[in-house]
């Protein structure tokens, strides 16, 4: 391959601080709506919001995502994992009551 052809690649490829911050918001839009979803009432609501899997799911798809390298695939799964759910508690605790806004 000749160096034009490289630099198109490079060009076309979307940025890694790009992929890195629209995985760590989806991850705090996760959190959000598995509040929304779960309420303050019981029911299938509680069922769905209590639900353990997407919470596992979550950490290692945005490291597997994020990069190829351990390091940076671990940092970035551990920081989408404290986004999710410090998103998921605050806003549990607006519905709550608990917090004034």
């Given at each position: 391959?000749?160096?034009?052809?490289?630099?198109f690649a490079r060009?076309i490829r979307?940025?890694?601080?790009?992929?890195?911050?629209l995985?760590?918001?989806?991850s705090?839009?996760?959190?959000?709506?598995?509040?929304?979803?779960?309420?303050?009432?019981?029911?299938?609501?509680?069922?769905?919001g209590?639900?353990?899997?997407?919470?596992?799911?979550?950490?290692?798809?945005?490291?597997?995502?994020?990069?190829?390298?351990?390091?940076t695939?671990?940092?970035?799964?551990?920081?989408a994992?404290l986004?999710?759910?410090?998103?998921?508690y605050?806003?549990?605790a607006?519905?709550?009551?608990?917090v004034?806004?």
């Open positions: 391959m000749n160096s034009n052809e490289w630099g060009a979307p940025r890694r601080g790009f992929t890195v911050m995985l760590l918001g989806g705090t839009l996760f959190g959000v709506l598995f509040a929304v979803l779960k309420g303050t009432g019981g029911g299938w609501h509680m069922v769905l209590n639900l353990s899997a997407p919470w596992l799911v979550l950490p290692i798809a945005a490291g597997a995502v994020a990069s190829r390298r351990s390091v695939s671990g940092l970035v799964g551990g920081l994992a986004l999710s759910l410090a998103a998921f605050a806003t549990t607006t519905l709550w009551h608990m004034k806004l």
